[in-house]
């Protein structure tokens, strides 16, 4: 069974401030990894994806994240935050199949503060 | 057109009726999903299409759930005899092809109000 686990519902950041948004997960399988970004009354986008090769992989906006196998996580991180990253990120895996479903975790919603 | 669009955008109605949402993918994209967003539960699978392929339904919660996918392109999601408990957010994706390693990419979502 696969299941993603968020760390931290809520996280709080000043503006110019590392950003970390936790996520691990458990797959039966090797997993596909995405962190998708929501801002309000809107769809969700895609910020990145790990599916072979580099495990440390980059996206928009300046985020990038590690997928790390002996740790089961694959975090998303930010070194430098900007009011404009207000907004949930929800972390999801996919199984290594064909089938296409992803199971997304909980969702953290990032404040930055000025 | 040039992402997924979902109509309506909202939707108020009342417990017992029936109510259908609307789907279109990007043009070619051949894999369609519906999810479900509440509060407390996250986003939810509900139902994934694949070109001409039998649909996988093991996300829908109960039989008052469809969906169908017309000629490859536009879905429609029909809950029957709404109850409370179905208000929340219907966001609708699609990918190029199949397989969990492809983008999805999401519509900006029905939100479902059933009073």
């Known amino acids: 069974a696969q299941s993603v686990t968020q760390l931290g519902s809520h996280v709080s950041v000043s503006e110019g401030a590392l950003v970390l948004l936790r996520c691990n997960y458990s797959?039966?399988?090797?997993?596909?990894l995405f962190w998708y970004v929501q801002y309000p009354n809107q769809g969700l986008q895609l910020l990145l994806k790990?599916?072979?090769?580099?495990?440390l992989v980059k996206g928009i906006n300046g985020f990038e994240a590690e997928f790390k196998k002996s740790e089961t996580s694959f975090h998303l991180t930010k070194p430098s935050a900007h009011m404009s990253d207000a907004a949930e990120y929800f972390c999801?895996?996919?199984?290594?199949?064909?089938?296409?479903?992803?199971?997304f975790g909980r969702g953290t919603q990032l404040t930055v503060w000025p | 057109g040039a992402g997924v669009s979902q109509s309506p955008s909202n939707k108020v109605t009342e417990k017992g009726k029936d109510v259908e949402l609307r789907c279109d993918p990007i043009?070619?994209?051949?894999?369609l999903y519906w999810y479900r967003q509440s509060l407390g539960q996250g986003l939810e699978f509900l139902i994934y299409f694949q070109g001409n392929s039998a649909p996988d339904k093991s996300g829908l919660p109960s039989d008052r759930f469809s969906a169908e996918r017309t000629g490859g392109s536009v879905s429609t999601l029909t809950i029957q005899r709404t109850q409370q408990e179905d208000s929340a957010v219907y966001l609708c994706a699609s990918s190029s092809t199949s397989g969990s390693k492809e983008t999805q990419y999401f519509g900006p979502g029905t939100r479902l109000l059933v009073l």
């Open positions: 043009s070619g994209h051949t894999a």
């Open positions: 790990y599916t072979t090769g580099a495990t």
């Open positions: 999801a895996v996919g199984r290594g199949s064909t089938l296409g479903r992803l199971y």
């Open positions: 797959s039966s399988v090797p997993p596909y």
